[in-house]
């Protein structure tokens, strides 16, 4: 006698509504933010269109900075809401500088919204977020932070920063699904959404998953998709279980021993160590060399790295250390294949010293 | 010693590429399709949207058959875009008539689509779909059919009916994934997408989706969400073992016992078989009774029955023999369970006559 | 990128040996023993194997109650360790009557250990275990009981009961994973096992288990089996949420509808309630028909009936009502299925009054 | 509505019967067997116990090769059933001599059985399999090898080497899990097994499996550990997709990887090449030093290290490359993390030289 109630046709389990406002309390708790969370259940990029769609309309000034293709489509979904954007473009491939936003700030023009990208995957870079927020904060400015390639890899206090809108994905460094991500919407950023002209019935308007907040956060906005919420709470044990701050340091940590790492190598690294991202190291390719030959031949050991995307003038090769990547193994073994590439390619490389400055690093 | 390499720090798995467009070719063999099969890696409203949204601008003009929620947004996303839509409503709650349908285009002026849900879940009814696109078919005109309700549970052969836009999900009759949805879309109507002013940079582009075809199909197109990919393959597995016809034959099954098991139970149903859903079966609860109140009873039991939504006259309640529930235990236990609520409000429900109606309906 | 460290090869994670001991002791709680908890890796069967070998020797003389296979294996098992075994045979497929218990203890010569099985899956009877364990008590007997088919379904207070082992698996009213196993040993118990000439070096040694306890529980005994105990801790959490007692009752409700339905549809059962399992239910066939005919028309239906298995004198289909199929909608389909089946087979069943039966038991 | 039949109550899905016997010849054409292919369901310690039994019986004149703990048990349970036994015992911790066993073989006793391990993780040896075999073919002798730490790591064809007997476990090499094993058993070893007096009625009775053999395979024998099935099948997928001999070369080149790496540390091995292992290899640890400083301090980089166990003189501790180990990434900061330890205990390891001694052993 088979015991157990097994039907071949049983599908996949649907997620209890009661759990998701639970869900969602957890994900405010990660952000240390007491504004509203909403969960949006696809990839983080509609969510990021959400909060542009849903804040742009004729009248609405935004100063937009640029540090990669991301920032770009903000920008762009804002104007075609009718807003007026003054885009903000950074050095190709660098963070922005604060100066630069300093300036626009105080140029004379009225502004609303502040948006940009905390870090990159792109080309490893961090923008200088905290300096930016207090400017922003001096001149009332409601922001958006596109914390996706941050959280979970470097501070990210959503009320002690004053962000106003923060939009997260778990994938990176949260090492969980990709398929849902979450906004952080403060009430004086309601404010602005909800005015009139706000977009409703779309999967891109904050103002619909509103009502879900507004009718006491009961039952479950939209379809469910369940895998990813089971896969979200999976991932959120296991970060409260190591510690968010913990999570932080092995990122922090992984960075620092990949750029000491290199430095032994004896391979420049694309940006300096204070702007860079704790979650990837971007390396800018000998001349003459394609990006691809070394991936190859790393990729021939096993190993994955992958080409830098977008506007940086260099051909870069990134190193991951994000999420479950943020190892010791990871580290070394992404360094040593990289040095080992290099070589192959006839170019020198220091394994040796490299091998000795991560072991160093990891034994502090 | 433990002797798997296993981390607690190992997350969600990624999607293989190479299967990402095998996939596909599934889904264009399970819905009988030679156009391009898209993925949306959201669920299947963000994929009726897209369809909406790439195919609106100005000039554009369009007949939009309204009988539920769903055909009236379809109609205000296209309006949202520029495009002039006429609406034909259905009675409340009711499939539209496929004289409507005839005289809306016949009367003259010019249109280039025509949009419609094969069968709706609020109410458990199912339009003339092979009719109304026949009709399409002799004007000439983009038909767009939401089939999300009914792929799995009726025919649905994408070709041989002449649709230029399906759209559908796995989370209903074919008992897979919700967070992940699909469009086939032919080449007619890609005509009308890629014309000029093709919405682009958005979740909601499919001229952006088309890329990723028109670049031979190798890749990812953004972020993969794994989770949802790996539960579609794992639901089209089922459904290529049990055979689609089959899994069509076990709906129609069970649509066709629960009508008998209400008939015998001494209770009418919402619409005549001919008009009905093989996914759901909707009835009018007794006058001054509210529907909250049999599922309440029901929900004691253990069987889940839901109140129907939208615009239907009545109130009712829905019986759901969709995917793993379309089976002889589901369906038997829905009717007694709505029998028994019935009884406990104090009306007639001869049990004894639909349990002998059901078991009858099944060992034929 | 891909942002996850996936490896093609990583394989099946281990089982943190922390939450061995924990795990032990949940299910200590849920056995209400005090005594020590072994958890075995392998189906329950060579726990009771191991029972009955690590008691055995030369010189133990052994009261065996036989009401099925199992017991009868356990009698040779104790032999072929050496012991001096009575065994106490039921009528065929019937449960011990405790006259014939009480009889045997008092006959005068030694007995050590008095073994038994709770509930029978083979013929569904349970046994009357208080009375028995009484007598036993009075006796000064160590106790053994096989409560793999009961615990879950039926009280089951080990140290109330005075029970010196006990041996269950989470697979049947647990609705838990087939492949692990547990045994609960009492003070008592050890003193006979851990005399001279206790087996060890064996699968079913339980003085070899005994050393993780008397090591302080740290460590894993032998190769861990993580998905076992994965799904082990995964069916525990699931019965603490519903709670014991729920789960128990829950069993007993689906126990008495059944009878209810099936003494409605006019159909004799094996054996009267008090003497009856709540987990299966078997139904002796109409003379001149063959169980597999009954089988084969509700499977039909998609119904799982299976035949019984062992010595009862009658021809038994079994109804199942064990763990997740406790449930109004396997109780009721079961029963309907049968009657349908009996009907095809051209006897009367009255699957009306059956229906009624089934959906009066659970409205109460 | 939730449009899946979930119920909360759904336990772990049953394991299909009709798969089970597809499973066994998936193993047998893994080994290379003709012989019949016995699933266990449970660790593979219990297969080489069940193997042991079955065979002994007084009469039986054995001649067991003992290189760990695994050899003496499997003498004992030969005795333990009455079978005589001659142990050869290797020098601790080292490979049998072939001399030895040639010795064994000539001293003219008759021997009906020879049984010994292929490699053993505890001290990283392999025995010289094939010339043992070739030995015992020349003596018409039956042969046992417990090959569980060396399927899917060294070469081991069941037929061409002259195996009777063969056990292994999916957990080690193959990556899979450890709730289940199987035996290859020849006809020439059934007929010893089914002698009279074959051990019948137990875990351990091979005769009891032979059962399901000759019913036709038909069904499960016992109650099947349905998640141990699914998962020996996803392994054998992925051993299948990757090639059985691809995953032996993936382990030779991560053995060889490590011995290079280890040699460039300037930390001797335990044994030579000809006579290591391909899934772990040991290292004596310098004289007065604990094996457990050096794993601690390894364990702070997040590498896992482990102390040898038994009986060689040494102590060691053991570098683990086996199944999703075997990989660039592990042997690298396998060995850069022991030089670490080495270091910090105030020894001298040339970290340095041995990352580039991998990296080139990957290279090449």
Known sequence: MSDLGWNPLHGVPSYPAERYAALADRIGGLLRSRGDILLVQAEAAVALEAAAVSLARPGLAALNIVTSLYGGW????????????????AEPGLPIE????????DAGSRIDVLALVHAESASG???????????????????????VASVGGHEFDVDDLGIDIAVIGPQKALGGPAGVSALSVSRRAWDFILRDGAPRDSILSLADMKSWV???????PGTPAPLEFFALETS????????????????????????????????????????????VTAVPVPEALAP??????????????????????????????????ATF????????????????????????????????????
């Open 236 to 279: 959120l044990d296991r970060i409260e279980a190591e510690g968010l701050e913990n999570v932080v340091a092995r990122h922090a940590l992984a960075a620092s021993a990949t750029r000491a790492g290199l430095a032994a190598l004896g391979t420049p690294v694309w940006v300096p160590a204070a702007k860079a991202s704790n979650l």
């Open 98 to 105: 604060i100066d630069a936003v300093a300036k626009a700030l």
């Open 329 to 364: 193994q990871t580290v070394l073994s992404n360094v040593v294949a990289y040095g080992a590439a290099l070589r192959q390619a006839g170019h020198l490389a220091d394994i040796s010293a490299a091998s000795e400055a991560i072991s160093s690093a990891y034994s502090r």
């Open 125 to 147: 870079i961090l923008n200088p977020l905290p300096e930016i927020l207090a400017l922003a904060r001096d001149h009332g400015i409601v922001t958006v932070v596109d914390a």
């Open 292 to 325: 691809a030959v070394l991936i190859t031949a790393a990729g021939r050991l096993g190993v994955e790295l992958t080409e830098g995307v977008g506007t940086a003038p260099a051909r870069l090769v990134r190193l991951n250390h994000t999420g479950p990547r």
């Open 214 to 220: 507004d009718s006491g956060r009961f039952g479950l």
């Open 74 to 89: 903000f920008g762009q979904w804002l104007r075609r809401g009718g807003a007026t954007v003054a885009d903000i473009v």
